[in-house]
């Protein structure tokens, strides 16, 4: 099988938590769309829930919206200087969250979980459930009201078009069932999927297909960052980070310094760049991601998504979140 057994291969968000993957597939049921939910399959409202683990964000009109560990989902209307603990239908790990806009969005994880809000955030419905399937999803993009994907574990992409009511499995390649860790849009309306065992895969009809691009090593790659020129950079494991100028014909590897595993970036006005990842290691460039300096924050947490606000970047993952100041 590749990319390893499965009892050796990893969920990339899940890396904080030391989740392993299940020894056996087993039977996979029906999805399930239970509307009335058990007393018990809430998440708990916890006070502690800003500090809890965070694996994901979303910033739209003014409010952020974070998902993590034991269901929980966060509203911050102050740039994450306080949360809201939000009403959520499970407790399964949530791995990523996506709003259309203030009000619309879904959240993936766990149990092969998908969940929807319709009043930006603060009450939640659960509109897939499988989790039998022993197959979690690791995030989730819309390209409108309607149109969406959620990727996860051994290739498992599902789509829908009637904004989550129901959701079909697609596949990218074949056979191929290496974990699908990140997608993420362009611009320019391309779709890039970042993937186990140094697999990058491009969509340039929506998702209804896909093509594999030439990668530049065999690590798993858990984020790409589209840039505004057009360039892409693509990072994962062991601080590896690559850069494309061509939509992924060709890569060149970029000194990083560190060989912390690298999660999450953003791009930032001025040229500049910044990608966070685990054991508190930090990259930033002011040369369009040409090159980075790289530093490791005293706390030495891992972070694995991280937001742009004005002045200052959030960075989310072990602990909950931190405010890192970046220079105007």
């Known amino acids: 099988m590749p990319g390893g057994s499965l009892a050796s291969r990893r969920f990339p968000r899940c ?6 993957l299940a020894a056996s597939l087993g039977f996979v049921a029906a999805a399930s769309v239970d509307k009335d939910v058990a007393a018990g399959e809430w998440a708990w409202k916890a006070p502690l829930a800003p ?4 694996l994901d964000v979303a910033a739209r009109n003014g409010r952020l919206v974070a998902v993590g560990e034991r269901g929980h989902i966060l509203v911050s209307r102050d740039g994450g200087g306080s949360w809201t603990q939000a009403d959520v239908p499970t ?3 949530l791995t990523g969250v996506f709003m259309h806009d203030g009000q619309l969005g879904w959240a993936v994880g766990h149990d092969e ?3 929807r809000t319709r009043d930006g955030g603060l009450t939640w419905e659960r509109v897939y459930y499988s989790p039998e399937g022993e197959k979690p999803l690791l995030d989730v993009w819309f390209a409108d009201a309607r149109r969406g994907l959620a990727v996860g574990a051994y290739g498992e992409l599902l789509a829908t078009s009637d904004g989550g009511d129901t959701w079909e499995p697609r596949r990218v390649s074949g056979d191929d069932d290496f974990h699908l860790n990140h997608i993420v849009a362009a611009a320019d309306g391309a779709l890039y999927l970042a993937a186990e065992a140094g697999h990058l895969y491009r ?3 929506g998702g209804e297909s896909w093509e594999a691009l030439a990668s530049p090593y065999n690590g798993s790659f858990f ?3 589209p840039l505004a020129d057009g360039t892409l ?3 994962g494991l062991r601080g590896h980070l690559y850069r494309s100028e061509d939509g992924g014909a060709t890569w060149t590897r970029l000194e990083t310094g560190t060989e912390a595993t690298l999660m999450a970036g953003v791009e930032l006005a001025g040229g500049r760049v910044v990608i966070a990842g685990l054991a508190g290691a930090v990259l930033r460039s002011a040369d369009g991601g040409r090159s980075f300096r790289g530093e490791v924050l005293e706390d030495r947490r891992g972070r694995v998504a991280v937001v742009a606000l004005e002045g200052s970047l959030l960075l989310l993952g072990e602990g909950g979140s931190r405010r890192l100041e970046v220079a105007p």
């Open 203 to 205: 969509s340039l009809d």
């Open 113 to 115: 979980v998908v969940v």
């Open 223 to 225: 984020g790409v960052l």
């Open 15 to 20: 890396a904080l938590c030391g989740c392993a």
């Open 233 to 235: 950079l693509a990072f």
């Open 51 to 54: 500090r809890s683990l965070l």
């Open 91 to 93: 407790r399964a790990l």
